[in-house]
């Protein structure tokens, strides 16, 4: 294990850029609103992050910048989604409290990993 593994400072496990929209709020349905965001993964939550340009994953760092927001991961239910858009590779994101996002990412590979890690991430936090 990581030195930091029993420490305070959550593992960062992913980031990257996709498209995200958040589609409800605590159950109520919400207008969708497409825009691209600089996704992290990091210990049990996703966070997202404006002005993806000025992010790289080697430059991130908690901290550095402040989050749009967050999503805790425990309970969450993550789905393919390719019904509720026009566009493809999407999957939908939804958190024990009734939010829900959609991800998107015009590479198939790329979602792919993130719906894998994303998964898996969910599934540690179901065992625990
Ligand atoms: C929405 C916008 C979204 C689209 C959505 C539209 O229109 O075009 O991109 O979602 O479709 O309603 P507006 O800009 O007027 O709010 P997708 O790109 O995911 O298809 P929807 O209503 O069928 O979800």
Same mark, same amino acid.
């Given at each position: 294990?990581?030195?930091?593994?029993?420490?305070?400072?959550?593992?960062?496990?992913?980031?990257?850029?996709?498209?995200?929209?958040?589609?409800?709020?605590?159950? +109520?349905?919400?207008?969708?609103?497409?825009?691209?965001?600089?996704?992290?993964?990091?210990?049990?939550?996703? &966070?997202?992050?404006?002005?993806?340009?000025?992010?790289?994953?080697?430059?991130?760092?908690?901290?550095?910048?402040?989050?749009?927001?967050? &999503?805790?991961? +425990?309970?969450?239910?993550?789905?393919?989604?390719?019904?509720?858009?026009?566009?493809?590779? &999407?999957?939908?994101? +939804?958190? &024990?409290?009734?939010?829900?996002?959609?991800?998107?990412?015009?590479?198939?590979?790329?979602?792919?990993?993130?719906?894998?890690?994303?998964?898996?991430?969910?599934?540690?936090?179901? +065992?625990?």
């Amino acid at each position: 294990s990581s030195p930091d593994s029993e420490g305070c400072t959550p593992e960062l496990e992913k980031a990257g850029l996709l498209n995200k929209t958040k589609i409800a709020e605590g159950g +109520r349905k919400l207008r969708k609103n497409w825009s691209p965001s600089w996704v992290v993964l990091v210990g049990n939550s996703l &966070v997202f992050f404006k002005d993806p340009k000025s992010q790289t994953p080697s430059s991130w760092k908690p901290g550095n910048s402040r989050p749009e927001s967050s &999503v805790d991961l +425990r309970g969450a239910q993550l789905n393919w989604a390719n019904d509720l858009s026009s566009k493809k590779n &999407v999957c939908k994101l +939804r958190t &024990v409290t009734g939010n829900e996002f959609l991800l998107q990412s015009e590479t198939e590979s790329l979602i792919k990993e993130w719906y894998n890690t994303i998964k898996n991430v969910i599934d540690r936090l179901d +065992r625990e």
